[in-house]
């Protein structure tokens, strides 16, 4: 099993602009900001070309500003609880931010769920199983199938169970090779470093590419449901542009796009 480290960059994400924490906390304290509120979010990495899309919108509506950091989920969480100002979480799950609460770095009360995720098996290649993925994925015939790293990933323990619900984990494993977020596993398939993976439903959604190969949106009963949840943290506690954000996930026009991505909504 392999586990990608320096080769890629923690927070890649494809044709997503990405701000450093670092940059992120210089933008919101450089004085030319001073006529809106800067949000700063720590989002999951399926869903960081959801947040660029709803970017606009948001500016658009409150007047606030919108700066974001992409990372996996546990990758993040690490970042919270070394005291990065991220005033939003937009988790790919809902352990972490109901940790996060229990902690007291998430503030009572705000945590819901903006999202529903779908987990897909891509390949590049068209036609490659045929109309029966888990037949192709049983046969082993593949030098490497990709997928988020269980530890720091949510998509990634779903696509462990799946492997395991269709009895195939302990064929494959030796075959598997890990991105440090949803991110990055997409690159791994799109790159051709890996035959297939399990990817975010919503990263073969984008409107700005068709994606072409073989694709199989995988039954949710192989898996535990994928409930992203999004906190406000303590940092933004008092911060009208984060408590903005998170109301305007749930306006009916966020919704739509989120959908539009391949997301549920509750």
Not at 15 to 37: K, N, S, T
Not at 132 to 140: M, P
Not at 244 to 256: F, G, M, P, V
Request: positive net charge; proline residues 6%; hydrophobic residues 45%.
């Amino acid at each position: 099993m392999l586990r990608l480290r320096s080769c890629l960059p923690t927070f890649a994400v494809r044709r997503v602009p990405r701000v450093p924490l670092a940059c992120a906390l210089a933008f919101a304290l450089w004085p030319g900001w001073a006529w809106a509120d800067a949000v700063l979010v720590a989002v999951a990495a399926n869903f960081a070309e959801v947040l660029n899309e709803l970017k606009p919108g948001f500016e658009r509506r409150t007047g606030h500003v919108l700066v974001a950091t992409t990372g996996s989920t546990g990758k993040l969480y690490a970042q919270i609880k070394g005291g990065a100002p991220f005033q939003v979480l937009l988790s790919a799950d809902a352990h972490t931010p109901e940790r996060l609460e229990r902690e007291g770095l998430g503030v009572p009360g705000t945590r819901y769920t903006y999202a529903l995720g779908q987990l897909a098996l891509w390949s590049k290649t068209p036609g490659l199983w045929s109309g029966d993925a888990v037949a192709y994925l049983r046969a082993g015939r593949l030098r490497h199938v990709a997928l988020a790293n269980p530890e720091l990933a949510p998509y990634g323990i779903a696509a462990r169970e799946t492997l395991q619900a269709l009895g195939v984990w302990d064929a494959l494993k030796d075959k598997v090779v890990m991105g440090q977020n949803i991110g990055q596993t997409h690159s791994l398939v799109a790159t051709g470093a890996a035959d297939v993976g399990f990817v975010a439903l919503s990263a073969l959604k984008s409107p700005r590419q068709a994606v072409e190969g073989s694709v199989w949106v995988v039954p949710a009963r192989l898996h535990s449901p994928i409930v992203q949840q999004a906190v406000l943290l303590a940092p933004g506690r008092d911060a009208p542009a984060a408590r903005a954000l998170l109301q305007y996930l749930k306006s009916d026009e966020a919704r739509r796009t989120i959908e539009a991505w391949g997301y549920g909504v509750e």
